[in-house]
């Protein structure tokens, strides 16, 4: 390969900006390169709400944005269930237990939600989830600890979240930039979700979240029937 190509394809991978001020290099990395993007149909977004309201009462698609909100005092998903109120997508046909899945979506939170999940990955060997991403006050936090980004409110901000099950790592993209990274729960029956679950404490009354252009990835090519 000749080196103007090799640099060419460096540009094109990393868009790198040079930030004087506090000399600090930051690297986009596209994090779905090498990904083969799985197609999905409307069979794929089940919407979980609280059990007794309708689902336009929670939930609205219009113009390629899902916009999902729950209330503080809403009822669970389920009438057995003694979870916290929650109105999610929840990504069905492609649970997963091994191998690596990527969730990318362009997320909105507005001003006032805090306590709130907007993004997780249900499952795992130890507990119910392997990764839960919380907004508070504008910010990320993995569950309620570590600080993921800042300053999400009232724009739009895209996530991309990569499971490693088989290296048992965890990985979280805001923009383009790498912003975290953890071990995973280990395996389990996997799915992502996105929208709003509230947490047990230091929730707002009003949540919403909003998503467009939610999509699913597996690392590497994937094979049809009928190919070698
Ligand atoms: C969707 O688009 C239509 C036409 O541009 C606009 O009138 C409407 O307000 C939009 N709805 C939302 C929820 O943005
Ligand atoms: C959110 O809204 C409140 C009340 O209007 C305002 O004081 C605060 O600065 C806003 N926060 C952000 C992060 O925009
Ligand atoms: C929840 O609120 C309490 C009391 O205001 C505060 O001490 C605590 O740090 C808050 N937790 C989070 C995760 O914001």
């Given at each position: ?22 000399l ?20 794929n ?70 306590g ?8 795992a ?21 570590e ?35 953890t ?25 919403e979240?909003?998503w ?5 990835y ?7 029937p009928?190919?070698?």
């Amino acid at each position: 390969m000749s080196s103007s190509k090799g640099n060419a394809i460096f540009l094109i991978v990393f868009s790198c900006l040079y930030i004087s001020n506090n000399l600090y290099l930051v690297c986009s990395i596209d994090p779905t390169t090498g990904f083969t993007n799985i197609p999905l149909t409307e069979a794929n977004f089940e919407i979980q709400r609280p059990y007794d309201v309708p689902l336009e009462e929670r939930y609205s698609y219009e113009n390629g944005t899902r916009r999902l909100w729950v209330y503080a005092d809403d009822k669970p998903h389920d009438p057995n269930s003694h979870t916290q109120p929650r109105t999610e997508v929840r990504i069905q046909g492609l649970d997963y237990s091994s191998g690596v899945w990527q969730f990318e979506g362009y997320g909105f939170v507005p001003n006032g939600t805090s306590g709130a999940t907007i993004v997780q990955i249900h499952g795992a060997s130890h507990g119910a989830t392997t990764i839960i991403l919380r907004i508070y006050d504008g910010d990320m936090r993995y569950y309620s600890s570590e600080l993921v980004d800042t300053g999400l409110y009232d724009r739009w901000f895209r996530v991309n979240l990569i499971h490693d099950v088989d290296g048992g790592k965890v990985t979280v993209f805001i923009d383009g930039v790498q912003k975290f990274e953890t071990h995973d729960q280990g395996p389990g029956d996997l799915y992502f979700k996105c929208g709003v679950y509230a947490a047990p404490k230091n929730i707002s009354y009003y949540m919403e979240s909003r998503w467009r252009d939610i999509k699913i990835y597996k690392k590497g090519r994937m094979i049809y029937p009928g190919e070698k």
